[in-house]
C-alpha cells in the first residue's frame, strides 16, 4: 500500500484510517525477521524468559501441560512463529525433556498439530508464571526448580 492510498483511505474514517496505516506499515518490512518488534510486543517477550529456558531445558514431568497452557500459547500468540516453526520447537522441548530428564515417553505430532491450531485460532495468550503458580502449583514446583525462579 502506498502513502497516497493511505492518505485515501483515511477519509474515510479513523477504522478505515487505522487500517491503511497497519497495512502500509506492514508493507514497509515485507520479512518480519529483519523488522523491530513494537516495544509493547518485545516488553511481553521479556516478561516470558523463562519459557525460553524451559524450552532449553526440558521437563521431567508435566510436558504435555506446558505445551498446551504455555509453550504452544508463547510461540504462537507472544513470539509470532508460524505454527511449523512452533511445532519444531516444541519438538525441542520434547527432546530436551527426554535428554535432560529421561522423560521420553510419546507426544503425538497429530496432538501437537491441534494444539498448536487451537491456540492460533483462539489467539490466547500464555499462562504467566503467576497464573501457574496459582492454577498448577505442581507444575509451577517443576518449572521454578528448572529455571530457577526467585520466590
Not at 532449553?56 to 500468540?77: F, K, S, T
Amino acid at each position: 500500500m502506498s502513502w497516497s492510498e493511505v492518505i485515501i483511505e483515511c477519509r474515510g474514517g479513523v477504522e478505515k484510517c487505522a487500517k491503511a496505516l497497519e497495512k502500509f506499515f506492514e508493507s514497509m518490512c515485507s520479512d518480519k525477521s529483519l523488522c523491530e518488534e513494537p516495544p509493547s510486543r518485545a516488553a511481553s517477550r521479556r516478561s516470558y524468559i523463562w519459557v525460553e529456558k524451559l524450552i532449553e531445558a526440558g521437563v521431567p514431568d508435566g510436558r504435555a501441560r506446558l505445551i498446551l497452557y504455555v509453550i504452544g500459547r508463547y510461540l504462537v500468540n507472544v513470539k509470532g512463529l508460524e505454527p511449523e516453526e512452533a511445532e519444531r520447537v516444541i519438538g525441542t522441548f520434547i527432546e530436551n525433556s527426554c535428554r535432560n530428564h529421561g522423560n521420553c515417553s510419546k507426544i503425538y505430532g497429530s496432538w501437537i498439530r491441534r494444539v498448536v491450531d487451537s491456540v492460533s485460532r483462539g489467539g490466547w495468550k500464555p499462562w504467566s508464571i503467576e497464573a501457574l503458580k496459582k492454577r498448577d502449583p505442581q507444575l509451577y514446583d517443576i518449572v521454578s526448580r528448572i529455571v530457577k525462579l526467585e520466590g
